[in-house]
Nanobody
């Protein structure tokens, strides 16, 4: 059974930091590109950051470049998102995504940034 379980969300003041984790099971984690998406109320889900399976190359949304860092630990089947200098506009539900020959989603974790 495939599972992506996010954790680490919460309430933080503007300028603060959070670290999200996504623990994967039920598929070969190190063969999948992994991503973080987010969806704010009334908005479409958007890509925040992606990391490839082997080389670990990364891409970021312009809105988070220089503030967020995506990483993965293939030995632990875990994806991370370090979020620094958080802004109120970063408030959203953050989702973990795995993509290769299948696409999997986690259930999401709420991040709320107060001004």
């Amino acid at each position: 059974q495939v599972q992506l379980v996010e954790s680490g969300g919460g309430l933080v003041q503007a300028g603060g930091s959070l670290r999200l984790s996504c623990t994967a099971s039920g598929f070969t984690f190190n063969t999948y590109a992994m991503s973080w998406y987010r969806q704010a109320p009334g908005k479409e889900r958007e890509l925040v950051a992606r990391i490839t399976s082997i080389s670990g190359s990364t891409v970021y949304a312009d809105s988070v470049k220089g503030r967020f860092t995506i990483s993965r630990d293939n030995a632990k089947n875990t994806l991370y998102l370090q979020m620094n200098s958080l802004k109120p506009e970063d408030t959203a539900v953050y989702y973990c995504n795995a993509r290769w020959n299948q696409v999997y989603w986690g259930q999401g974790t709420q991040v709320t940034v107060s001004s």
